[in-house]
T-cell receptor, first 112, second 116 residues
Framework: KNQVEQSPQSLIILEGKNCTLQ??????????LRWYKQDTGRGPVSLTI?????NTKSNGRYTATLDADTKQSSLHITASQLSDSASYIC???????????FGKGTKLSVIP | DAGVIQSPRHEVTEMGQEVTLRCKPI?????LFWYRQTMMRGLELLIY????????DSGMPEDRFSAKMPNASFSTLKIQPSEPRDSAVYFC??????????????FGSGTRLTVV
């Protein structure tokens, strides 16, 4: 069964600190992996999309990595800001499929 | 571009009542998805339309749920009769092309449904 597991479930960090969120998946065959940011009361917004051949992709202070061999991805946030407080959802798209497999998300709280 | 527009933002209804959620996808996007999000189960696909045609409705929980897309710029998700376990946030998303790498799915802001 296709699954996406994220860790930790929740995380609290001080403003200005870095953090790394983890994502493990079992989706096969694989097309791409996406990280979404979901603010409270809003819909998910795409941060990065990575295909099989991509190891790293950055979007400002967000850097995603992908190891397709071990089926692991991480999202690193540098110099966190209060506005980074949100849920971060890892989403995997199977090859040739419209189906997205969603993780349950990591709830990040950045405190002053 | 106004993005994917959903209405209403919040809906509170009594058990047994009919509920209709609405979605306007991004112009030019030919794929439309309805998702449901709960704390327990996260985001789940309910139904997927391509070029206004329902392609996969296997995620629709039961016959009480129905969805239509009468044209490329409008879709509805209807629950009749509603039950308290239907309480969730319902998202509509659209995409310019189905299931291909590098095409992003744009989500609306969701409708928070509470059935009492």
């Amino acid at each position: 069964k296709n699954q996406v597991e994220q860790s930790p479930q929740s995380l609290i960090i001080l403003e200005g600190k870095n953090c790394t969120l983890q994502c493990n998946y079992t989706v096969s065959p694989f097309s791409n992996l996406r990280w979404y940011k979901q603010d409270t009361g809003r819909g998910p917004v795409s941060l990065t999309i990575m295909t099989f051949s991509e190891n790293t992709k950055s979007n400002g202070r967000y850097t995603a990595t992908l190891d397709a061999d071990t089926k692991q991805s991480s999202l690193h946030i540098t110099a966190s800001q209060l506005s980074d407080s949100a849920s971060y959802i890892c989403v995997v798209n199977g090859a040739g499929s419209y189906q997205l497999t969603f993780g349950k998300g990591t709830k990040l709280s950045v405190i002053p | 571009d106004a993005g994917v527009i959903q209405s209403p933002r919040h809906e509170v209804t009594e058990m047994g009542q009919e509920v209709t959620l609405r979605c306007k996808p991004i112009s030019g996007h030919n794929s439309l998805f309805w998702y449901r999000q709960t704390m327990m189960r996260g985001l789940e696909l309910l139904i997927y339309f391509n070029n206004n045609v329902p392609i996969d409705d296997s995620g629709m929980p039961e016959d009480r749920f129905s969805a239509k897309m009468p044209n490329a710029s409008f879709s509805t998700l209807k629950i009749q009769p509603s039950e308290p376990r239907d309480s969730a946030v319902y998202f509509c998303a659209s995409s310019p092309q189905t299931g291909l790498a590098n095409y992003g799915y744009t989500f609306g802001s969701g409708t928070r449904l509470t059935v009492v």
